[in-house]
């Protein structure tokens, strides 16, 4: 189990406090048991750190520096204290909060947008507040940077401390070793020579760091745990580790998504994307010199059961090359199988279908073909999508654009209701409904333009004959003529795309290596206790030996009692006791089971 | 029939006995529930003020200085097979004025029909914990993974691994006896809520999903939770048991209902000692429960970090924690506040789990209501 940081309900009740007030002899036994800092308990005050001023500009010059040194110096003292790293650590989980309720435009811009747009003032308010961009906002950020400091403050002298204490002997035994937390004593035959001789190899066998200390009684004096520390430290550093992991994959990632159609390929440049967003430091220089091929995309659904038509599979069948001219190399991304290339991960986000299209103009020409990426709209893959002809001669010989908007559906479920929706996924009954536009198409203004969604301000719609909205279902095969003989569209057949998204990201195997030294770190400083032991062997007049152990935890631990008995049991076996009814209070314990007075603070584990 | 639709129909009739062992587990937690509420009444008839006789004016006294006066206690260290008699080792508290104060009884406050009833509570505790685990296992096997997919499913794991870490320190010989009267109506809460709201019919798992971190992620939080919240509890009865002992000490005088409820707790430095070790042994599990979930999050949506709600959540909960770790590090923190930062903690990782799935939505919304 972990060790324990004292109950203590009242500040001078840790086991410093407690020990310290009982002896200064104690305190000095746990001296530099830790290099946690002792609080001060109030009783630094700010205040006149210059001192007497002197009279005259130069006593004056004098005041002023001593003043602003000592300013700074509470300033320090303050933030790198343990009391103001608990409160910016507090400060630091209340700030986190704002986040997880208001849409953040780094996770959620659509809700962002829709927030601005339904409550203007509300959008202003927390636009002024950065509350759309908490975690990379000056309030958030002033905090964790000065837990950092405070942080880094911390560490350099605590692990100065802790080399020191590396290097220092286990301080000597304390006057009274029966006022340790831990203690037991027996007599023997053995010398006390013999056993020092015997209690030092027995510690260096169990990994203690052994002094002799040759004070007016000699002793032996040993300590161990020094991991815990270690481990602290590590933690600690690791955390800082982490943090700049994170916060160089933050300014150097970049991510994109790009929608590839069966057939299709992506080469890894800035205009191949569909969409992109970069962090603040990233250049497209960084893009990783790769290419990928998608040729096939296969998914399966749920059959049956109450999620009938949820994705059960989804797989891309792609051929990459990592470098241009590079060997082709063929593998499947997945959902939570990203493809990975260097610092790049190329993940699948989503699919749908891409209805194969063909315009054959009024003169004949094939002005347009080729497989047109239809955007789902449910979970049954009821597409919607448009296709753009910029380049056609209408049936006056005329050069004209075209543009047809509609639905696709793989399985075809409307039939009776008029309207278009899908049944299934799969495409079992694939069926497109496109009404028809021309004019202009607006692609030539030179302003970048969704390819999923027709501006018709500048386009007429086709009627039919009696003036309605000419419009037509069609089956892969079928075409529709559009009247006056302006052309004709053909559903020639089916695609599948995907979407991938493709994240650079840095610092990623740096944040984890931090994050396992972090758990690492923990684990020592929380499972191991740091403690002390001591033996001292003096010869009595009667001839026998007197031993003395002791154990002293840096906090209140009930295995330490029974590391002491451990090992002095080992050490009996080389100094036999030679009247067993030398040991202490041995009455009440032997006779009862559970003594009468319970063992105070630790019962429930020694029970 | 197709096989497919043979293997289909046990799978609900699986689910379906998953149900009823649900069901079944939650009417013996009941009688579990009676049992301790008989303990707790007839436990109250003694009337055994040790904390007060501890603390009367004459022991107070004293106090100060017996931290080194009191009689010594001898630590017998069991299990030897030598030759030697085990060395008797006398422990000494230095945990200040109120560290030595006796725990309490225990709910059936030295009663032996009280007692009766507390055992029957366990036994009945462990038959309920019997079904409950059936349930769990018989849902997993019907949907064929592990079985904490949604809300449902996560709820009645997650109270199962509670008495199990229960059940597992009173057969560690722990004495926990006094938490059983909270935990058992928790759980009942907890399941009430599974069955009604929360309950999803069996399912497979959306491809996101599928990722051998789902176990290590998922299960991780669970027993993380399931432990916290023992720690929660015994922080919780601390800030009682703390009010109460600090009244005495002042001269005051505490209700009957106090004085006969918390007298049968343990210390208030026991339960401290407890909430701190639980959370302590816990945190490091924790963050790498968050670790986890960042790997599988840098593997299914191509970023390990996020601030996805649930991430902030956890993140939150994290900072608390460590908050509490740190607070019992420094001198003025120790005690009461660090206590009410450990419920703080608590209330941050229950919000995670039932807050986060309710009110926000984000890329775990998969746990759907
Ligand atoms: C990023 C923020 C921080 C986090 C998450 C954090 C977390 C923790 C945790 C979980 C512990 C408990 C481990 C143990 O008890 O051994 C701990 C201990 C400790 N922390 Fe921090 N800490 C942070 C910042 C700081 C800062 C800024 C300081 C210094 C001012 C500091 C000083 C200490 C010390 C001295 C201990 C050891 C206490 C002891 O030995 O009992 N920490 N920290």
Redesign the interface.
Known sequence: ??D????????????E???AT?EPELGAAMAQLST?PV?D?GQAVQGSFGGVRAPGVKGGAAWTGREVLGWARWFWRQLTS??V??IL??L??LA??P???IP?S??DPTAVQDLRAQNPTLGEVYDALQLFD??SSVWFSAIYILLFVSLIGCIVPRTWQFTGQLRARPPRAPRRL???????T?RTDASPEDVRDAARKLMRGKRYRVATDDGAVPAVASEKGYLREAGNLLFHIALIVLLVA?AAGQLF?A?GGTLVTVGGSFSNTLSQYDDFSPGSLFTPDDLEDFSFRLKDFESSY??????RG?????RAEVAYRTAPGGVEQQTTI?????LEIGNT?V?LLANGYAPVVSFTDASGNVAYRGPVPFLPQDTNLTSSGVVKVPDALNEKGEREQFGFQGFFVPTFGGADSGSMFSRWPEPRYPVMFLTGYHGDLGVDAGIAQNVYQLDTDNMKQFKDEDGSPFAKKLLPGESMELPDGNGTLKFEGVKRWANF?V?H?VG?GW??AG??A??AG??GS??IQRRRMWVRAVAGPDGTTTVEMAGLGRS?SPRL??E???L??AL??KA??SA?AD????S???AGGA?E??????????? | MDP??IA?ATDESLAEISNYLVYSAMAVYVLAFCAHIAEWVLGGRSKVARTAAALTPGAKQERPSD??A????????GG?T?V????????????????????GPGAAGGDEKGDLYGRMAISLTVLAFALHAGGVLTRALSVGRAPWANMYEFSTTFSMVIVGAYLGFLLA????RWIGLPLVTTVLLDLGLATTWLYT?S??L???L??YWLWIHVSLAIVCGALFYLGFVASALYLFR?RYETKLLGGGEPGAFATSVLERL?S???L???A??VN??V??FW??TI?AG???A????????????KE??S??TW??Y??YL??????????RKAAY?ALFAFA?FLFNYYG?NVF?S?KHSYAGL
Request: net charge negative; charged share 20%; glycine share 8%.
């Open positions: 189990m972990t324990d940081t004292t109950t203590g309900q009242k500040p001078a009740s840790g086991p406090g407690a020990l009982d946690a609080e308990r343990m009391r790293a608990l650590l507090f630091l989980s986190a909060i986040g997880s309720v953040q780094g996770v908490v975690y029966d006022r340790m937390p831990a203690f037991t027996w994170f990632r991510e749920e059959e049956s059961g109450p999620n949820s994705v059960r599979t989804a997945e959902v939570n199988e990203p991960k993940y998204q994240a990201q990623s944040a984890l994050a396992l972090a758990i923990l684990a929380l499972f209140e009692p029974e002491l008995g451990e002095a049991y009996q076996s036999p006791p067993p040991a202490p209070t041995e009440g314990a032997e003594p007075t319970p063992s105070r603070g630790d019962r429930p584990w020694t029970r | 497919m639709n289909a931290a080194s009191a009689p010594p206690v001898a630590v017998r260290q030897s030598g030697l008699e085990r060395p008797h080792v006398v422990t000494r508290s230095s945990a200040g004025r109120r560290g030595d104060l006796p725990d010989k722990k004495d926990i019919e399912d497979q959306v491809p996101a599928h990722s703390d343990p208030s430095s026991s401290d000692k407890f701190y070790r302590a042994a945190f490091p963050t790498f670790v960042a790997i599988w840098g593997d299914a949506w191509g970023r390990y970090w996020g601030w996805d709600p902030v959540w993140f939150i900072v608390a460590a908050c740190h607070a019992r590090a420094t001198a003025g923190w120790k005690g930062l941050c986060v926000f984000g």
